[in-house]
């Protein structure tokens, strides 16, 4: 199949589609931290109709996320929260036989609708806590591949932490945000298996 994931610099879905033998291809307006050969560095709106089988859609989150609800009212009297919907409402209209967006838990289920699943990494082996919904284009739900008990930090405050998540208290911005966006091998490697079959 010929694969778009759109909106990722890490390699990390690609990666695990090519493997499988698929013609992968990630896209980003950031420089890959993988092989730069099967990214594309640009602006993904410019490459959706460019005949794909399937797209994994990860558009920002930065303006959706309950996580950020507290600059909700900034961000909707500026725009950026709409325009981040329109963004990611894009994506949900497309002419691609199979589709899955990804995104933290916010407020595309009221603004959409809900997810048709929410995945966490310790179903795929990964000890962190972080809810990842997933709006499906015949495609079927993920199945857990390798559940494991979560593990948390105890933070400063004596409140318990995902690692992922205790990574906030970073004061470097730029690394923060690219850990917690990063999607987990295990992840990404059930999605191939489970989603991609034979090539």
């Given at each position: 199949?010929?694969?778009?994931?759109?909106?990722?610099?890490?390699?990390?879905?690609?990666?695990?589609?090519?493997?499988?033998g698929h013609d992968a291809w990630s896209c980003d307006i950031l420089p890959t931290e993988a092989d730069p050969t099967y990214h594309i560095q640009g602006d993904?709106?410019?490459i959706l109709d460019d005949g794909w089988d399937m797209m994994i859609?990860?558009?920002?989150?930065?303006?959706?996320c309950i996580s950020g609800a507290r600059w909700f009212s900034e961000k909707i009297a500026d725009g950026r929260q709409q325009a981040a919907i329109n963004f990611f409402k894009m994506f949900t209209a497309l002419n691609c036989p199979r589709i899955v967006i990804e995104n933290p838990v916010g407020i595309m289920s009221t603004h959409y609708r809900k997810p048709d699943q929410i995945i966490q990494p310790w179903q795929f082996g990964h000890p962190e806590t972080k809810k990842t919904c997933l709006w499906l284009k015949n495609l079927p739900k993920l199945v857990p591949t390798n559940i494991i008990e979560p593990q948390y930090i105890i933070g400063k405050d004596g409140k318990k932490y995902s690692p992922v998540h205790y990574c906030s208290q970073w004061k470097d911005n730029e690394i923060r945000w690219k850990i917690r966006s990063r999607t987990y091998?295990?992840?990404?490697?059930?999605?191939?298996?489970?989603?991609?079959g034979p090539s």
């Open positions: 199949m010929k694969i778009l994931v759109a909106c990722e610099f890490s390699g990390i879905v690609r990666d695990a589609f090519r493997k499988h993904v709106l410019e859609a990860h558009p920002p989150c930065t303006d959706l091998t295990g992840m990404a490697d059930a999605m191939a298996e489970q989603w991609g």
